[in-house]
Every structure is written in structure tokens, then in C-alpha cells.
């Protein structure tokens, strides 16, 4: 099994910079697509960003140009580069990774790391 542990996350002001951290553990780890989702109050949770096992790396339009995402699998640990944050950034963020075969259902979620951005 996977487990994800989310870190790095707090309170920055507008225009400021965080990076977040995700720890898994797991030998198949280099196989899944990593990803971070957020979720703000009173909203639903929404793709921030993704990696594959091919780096292949996809984002939403509202973080694309300011947030990176990578992965270092000889650490087993994904990224999450936050530039330019905006208080609209303002959310729980969490880690997931994800079996490419979703017929196997292995589906793996962090506890949340906060990331709150105002002045």
C-alpha cells in the first residue's frame, strides 16, 4: 500500500512563494500518477496538478505558469512549486496517487497540508 504525508504547507502573504512536499511510501511508487488537489471552504475539491510515471505533467488553468509539480522518485516524493500565490489559492492541499489501471482501484490520498495566502 501507499501512504502519503503531506508537508510544507502555512501562511504567506500575497505574491509569496511555498512549496509543498508529499512523502510516499511504497516499492511501486515510480508506477503512479502523482497529483495535488485543493479544496477550499464551502467549495469543491479541484485538480491543481498532475505527474505521471512519464513526468508527463498536466495543470489547471488558474495555477498554470506558477506552480510546478515534480517528482524525485529515488526519494519518493512529489512537489508542489507555488509562486506568485494569491489569496484564491487559499485552500487544504492534498497528495494523491493513483494506479494508472484504474481496474485495479488503488487510489491513495494525504491528510491535507493548509496553505493560506493573505496580508
Known amino acids: 500500500q501507499v501512504q502519503l504525508v503531506e508537508s510544507g504547507g502555512g501562511l504567506v502573504q500575497p505574491g509569496g512563494s511555498l512549496n509543498l512536499s508529499c512523502a510516499a511510501s511504497?516499492?511501486?511508487?515510480?508506477?503512479?500518477?502523482m497529483g495535488w488537489y485543493r479544496q477550499a471552504p464551502g467549495k469543491q475539491r479541484e485538480l491543481v496538478a498532475t505527474?505521471?510515471?512519464?513526468?508527463?505533467?498536466n495543470y489547471a488553468h488558474s495555477v498554470e505558469g506558477r506552480f510546478t509539480i515534480s517528482r524525485d522518485n529515488t526519494k519518493n516524493t512529489v512537489y508542489l512549486q507555488m509562486n506568485s500565490l494569491k489569496p484564491e489559492d487559499t485552500a487544504v492541499y492534498f497528495c494523491?496517487?493513483?494506479?494508472?489501471?484504474?481496474?485495479?482501484?488503488?487510489?491513495?490520498w494525504g491528510q491535507g497540508t493548509q496553505v493560506t495566502v493573505s496580508s
Open positions: 511504497g516499492s511501486i511508487f515510480r508506477l503512479y500518477t
Open positions: 505527474i505521471t510515471n512519464g513526468r508527463i505533467t
Open positions: 494523491n496517487a493513483s494506479h494508472p489501471s484504474s481496474s485495479l482501484n488503488l487510489n491513495y
